[in-house]
Structure formats: C-alpha cells, structure tokens
C-alpha cells in the first residue's frame, strides 16, 4: 500500500512537470512566432524604404542626366562678350551671359572632352 502510494506521487510529480515543459514551451514557441512575425514586418518595411531610396535616387540620376544632355545641346551665340543672341531663346537664355568685366565663362559641368568655352574679345 505504502508502495503504491509512493508510486502514484512519483507519477504524479512526472505528469506535473511535463505539463510544466509542455507549458514552457507553448510559450517559448508564441515568443518565437511573435518574434518571426516582427522580423517579417520589419524586413518588409525595410524593403519598401530601400526600394523607394533606390527610385528616387534613380530618378534623381536621370535628372542629372537630362540637365548634362540639355547643357551639351545649348548653343551659345555671342553677338558680343556680355549678350547672348537669338538663337538661345529657346533655351531661355535672353539676359547677359557674362558679369562685366569677364573675358571666359566655363559651365558649370564641363565635359572631359571639351575645353572651357573662351568668349574673350581681345
């Protein structure tokens, strides 16, 4: 009798800490997945923000590219060292290109390939 009562507590000590694991590991299983879902969301975010950067950015560059291909198309017609002619109207250029005084103007991103534009009278 003695023997199966001590029995019956040893096994009821094993089936209370069982549930107590099984409990435990419920909950470390929920952290775990709460945590993966965070990881996702916040990765997903990342994602939409490096991809928005990188549009943008690429925007932007295209940008700087339209400008440097509009520079190498304007012409520049000097009618004397300071005015700027007829033929830049459409680019909209109608005041004086250079300050007084001024003999060379460079624009303001030359290409490698062509020398800074000399409008000096002399």
């Known amino acids: 009798m003695l023997y199966q009562q001590q029995q019956q507590r ?3 000590e094993v089936r209370d800490e069982k549930e107590r ?3 435990s590991a419920r909950r470390q299983r929920a952290d775990v997945d709460a945590l993966q879902r965070k990881l996702e969301d916040t990765h997903a975010n990342l994602m939409t923000t490096a991809r928005n950067e990188y549009e943008a950015s690429k925007a932007e560059q295209e940008k700087r590219h339209q400008v ?8 520049v017609c000097v009618r004397s060292t300071h005015t700027v002619t ?10 004086s290109y250079l300050p007084p005084g001024r003999g060379s103007i460079s ?3 030359p290409s490698r390939n062509r020398p800074v534009l000399n409008l ?3």
Do not use: D, F, N, W
């Open 21 to 23: 694991v099984a409990e």
């Open 86 to 95: 007829g033929a830049c109207m459409p680019y909209g250029i109608t005041q």
């Open 120 to 122: 000096s009278t002399s």
């Open 68 to 75: 440097m291909r509009m520079r190498k198309r304007i012409v």
């Open 107 to 109: 624009l303001p991103y």
């Open 10 to 12: 040893l096994y009821q």
